[in-house]
């Protein structure tokens, strides 16, 4: 039976010497290929860390920046800063050069910890009292001890801020998002109620630890319950995940809806749509059923053989991919949320998903839909003990997202079923007034566009009153059904144009009226993403 764990005082500080105090013998992080730490070797080393901090001469409240792939180290100093009352600042490690200087300005960051990997990017003049190697904690500007202990005793306060985030989004308009002890850890401990976890479960971490999903998710969630929590030491590539999911075989993980739709269109797409028999049989729905299970099973052997929890979140996950996994059993389960409610606001466990929905709201959060239209879909208004205090020195920003009583505009339209689960149709800044007046939702048009097994992604503008679909192609697939497709596409021949033309034809028949394309634009290289892996659109769309 799993027993839920209740913090007296809910601060991260609090979080991790209750772990340290109660499972100090249990493997805590590390490397795939490396020996865990203890927990109470990680304690000891949090403490060392923040001894380096205090002799740098760092007071309660003074900002910290964190600039790193995954690591066990980035764990430690992670707590370090927080546990004395400092303020972490993690920076996505997919900031250009120019962001991270922004960032550490606009945060006033006094102290950098920053991988050897990454150190490329901070520039020579950046104005910091010290940069720390995070792979070694050895200081490489500015000085102080490298071998110095702390004890945690500085007063922390749940109401005591605790982070600040800066947004990778898909405006391109980087914001600070302040969160308290309490909004975190709130998250960390509220997510027991959608999936209980036990000290003897194993997670697999792979997305960026500096984003709200995968830090409260995916680090202090476990590190709560004393599981042990393991990190790669190069990019989560498919030739780095499948050796490391054998050897670790992890009980739990977190991903992003797009790895798991480049799964679906390889293994099961890609296998089961090569010709008109082929997909004719697939769709099928008792053919399909059976194809989904015998892939499932397969899948599931993949991750390791006993993954009981496969979190998705970051973005709206495909209505066929979820389709497959529902069919093909694997234990998933969606979530909904934004930096700005650290992060999660709904979710379902994996014996709970409805499809399409994201599930109810978390324990203690209230949702509700702002000015519903006909069908019930208005903005999601969220209330609750995760919502932040603000954007950092921006209170205008502020001021349009947070309510005098106390709720945060999400920026998302949704709707409520019978059952209060929640359905996203997209965010408010994407949808594209009709001609009539109606809304048109281009994440849904999207969905039917990414359906195609031409197709591997997508992204729908307004362009001088029109649709236009920009799609990235999957050649590799095209080539097994049409040999001589490729030359085509490089000469650029009235053929492909031709073909092209179907393919849009194609899909506007599943399209209803409002949402017809009027172009179709081939892209020559993959969209640039946030860290959540959602396309930046404001990238690819016309300056008005």
Do not use: C
């Not at 309660?60 to 303020?87: E, Q, R």
């Not at 990017?121 to 009292?129: G, T």
């Not at 749509?273 to 899948?299: C, D, E, Q, V």
């Not at 409610?341 to 014996?351: D, I, M, S």
């Amino acid at each position: 039976m799993h027993k839920e764990i209740i913090l007296p005082n809910q601060t991260l500080k609090e979080l991790i010497v209750n772990s340290v105090a109660r499972f100090p013998q249990l493997p805590s992080v590390s490397f795939v290929e490396g020996s865990s730490l203890t927990y109470a070797q990680l304690g000891d080393e949090i403490e060392r860390i923040a001894g380096i901090l205090s002799s740098l001469g760092l007071q309660k409240g003074d900002k910290v920046a964190l600039f790193s792939h995954n690591m066990p180290n980035w764990v430690i100093a992670f707590f370090a800063v927080v546990s004395k009352g400092m303020v972490i600042v993690p920076v996505l490690p997919d900031f250009t050069a120019e962001e991270i200087k922004n960032v550490l300005e606009h945060s006033e960051s006094k102290v950098l910890f920053v991988s050897e990997r990454l150190a490329g990017r901070i520039s020579d003049d950046a104005d910091l009292l010290s940069i720390i190697r995070l792979d070694d904690f050895k200081i490489v500007k500015g000085s102080g001890p490298e071998a110095a202990v702390s004890p945690l005793d500085t007063p922390v306060d749940e109401s005591d801020i605790a982070a600040i985030i800066y947004t990778s989004g898909t405006t391109g308009r980087s914001k600070g998002v302040v969160l308290t002890h309490k909004n975190i850890t709130f998250v960390a401990a509220g997510s027991f109620h959608v999936f209980p976890i036990h000290q003897n479960d194993v997670f697999l971490s792979f997305l960026p630890l500096s984003h709200t999903y995968e830090n409260a998710i995916g680090m202090l969630y476990p590190i709560m319950y004393g599981a042990s929590v393991y990190y790669l030491e190069k990019p989560p590539t498919a030739a780095a995940l499948l050796p490391a999911l054998a050897r670790i075989r992890p009980t739990m993980m977190l991903s992003v809806p797009l790895i798991m739709e480049k799964i679906y269109k390889v293994q099961v797409q890609g296998k089961f749509m090569k010709n008109h028999f082929s997909r004719m049989i697939y769709k099928t729905p008792l053919f399909r059923m059976l194809i989904h299970r015998i892939a499932g099973k397969k899948l599931y052997r993949t991750f390791g053989g006993r993954l009981k929890f496969f979190g998705i979140g970051g973005a709206k996950l495909d209505a066929r991919v979820e389709r497959f996994l529902k069919e093909a059993r694997m234990p998933y389960a969606i979530g909904y949320g934004l930096t700005e409610t650290a992060p999660l606001l709904a979710g379902a466990a994996p014996h709970q998903t409805k499809l399409q929905s994201t599930g109810p709201a978390l324990r203690g959060v209230e949702l509700k839909i702002h000015e519903p239209d006909e069908r019930g879909i208005g903005e999601i208004w969220a209330k609750g003990p995760n919502v932040m205090v603000g954007y950092y020195k921006n209170p205008e920003a502020t001021a349009e997202v947070l309510t005098p009583d106390g709720w945060f505009r999400t920026g998302d339209y949704g709707k409520f079923d019978k059952k209060k689960r929640l359905y996203i149709k997209g965010r408010m800044k994407n949808v594209i007034v009709g001609s009539g007046g109606e809304n048109i939702y281009p994440e849904d048009i999207e969905s039917v566009i990414n359906n195609s097994h031409y197709v591997l992604e997508s992204l729908v503008v307004e362009e001088d009153g029109y649709l236009v679909a920009k799609i990235l192609l999957d050649i590799e697939n095209i080539e097994k059904q049409y040999e001589h497709l490729k030359t085509v596409i490089d000469d650029k021949k009235e053929q492909y144009h031709e073909w092209l033309e179907n393919l849009k034809k194609e899909i506007n028949l599943k399209l209803n009226k409002n949402s017809q394309l009027k172009k179709v634009e081939v892209m020559d290289k993959p969209f640039e993403k946030t860290a959540s892996q959602k396309i930046k659109r404001f990238m690819y769309q016309r300056k008005k």
